[in-house]
């Protein structure tokens, strides 16, 4: 069956370092976005892409950046982790080419030291 | 800036009860509105919606959209413990824009 996936489910690291958060899906979907979803705030779009080597900024990109080198996976890196991205991050895909209907991977636990 | 705004925040009813959650928006270039619901995991696609006045059901759930007012409200009828979870709702302009999400907990 065709999924989406996030690894690593749970992630702690320290204020500066580099983190990548892997997001890959079998649905052959040209559409794939980053969320970032805190208390309060509900789900927030930080990048999106609409096929291979398309990447776009959402509504809370600022330290944040993706690549999309093949259908299957969009990676989110994080280039100098700060504790204000403590969050939880789901990524999701689409096919239709309005972005409607999302299906979201289980998402990812991080923690900033 | 593209607003979505649900309420209530959360609610507590017991099984049986019907429930109404509201979401308002205000958003630039409206293509849909859709409803998710998210239990421990991640959201799980329940409607979209386009139209005015147009219901949308599956089972004990059914939603609306008024474009003229700018909300949309989720009805859930005859409610049971595996309604418990939070449902948010989304509005497509040139990106989708999620509201805080409305918490809803059914008791036995």
């Known amino acids: 069956d065709a999924e989406i996936t996030q690894s690593p489910r749970h992630k702690i690291t320290e204020t500066g370092r580099q983190v990548t958060l892997a997001c890959h899906q079998t649905?052959?979907?040209?559409?794939m976005f980053w969320y970032r979803q805190d208390l309060g705030h509900g789900l927030r779009l930080i990048h999106y892409?609409?096929?291979?080597?398309?990447?776009n900024k959402g509504e809370v990109s600022d330290g944040y950046s993706v690549s999309r080198s093949n259908t299957e996976d969009l990676p989110l890196t994080l280039e100098s982790a700060a504790s204000s991205q403590t969050s939880v991050y789901f990524c999701?895909?689409?096919?239709?080419?309005?972005?409607?209907?999302?299906?979201f991977g289980p998402g990812t636990r991080l923690t900033v030291l | 800036e593209d607003k979505v705004v649900q309420s209530p925040l959360s609610l507590v009813v017991h099984e049986g009860d019907t429930v109404t959650l509201n979401c308002s928006y205000e958003?630039?270039?409206?293509?849909?509105l859709l409803w998710y619901k998210q239990e421990k995991k991640a959201p799980t696609f329940l409607f979209m919606l386009?139209?005015?006045?147009i219901e949308k059901k599956s089972g004990r759930l059914s939603s609306i959209l008024d474009k003229k007012e700018l909300f949309s409200i989720l009805n859930i009828t005859a409610t049971q413990t595996g309604d418990s979870a939070v449902y948010l709702c989304?509005?497509?302009?040139?990106?989708?824009?999620f509201g805080g999400g409305t918490r809803l907990m059914v008791k036995p």
């Open positions: 892409s609409y096929g291979v080597h398309d990447t």
């Open positions: 649905w052959n979907h040209n559409n």
């Open positions: 999701a895909s689409s096919g239709d080419i309005s972005g409607n209907e999302q299906f």
């Open positions: 386009t139209s005015s006045g």
């Open positions: 989304a509005v497509r302009a040139n990106m989708l824009t």
């Open positions: 958003v630039t270039n409206f293509r849909s």
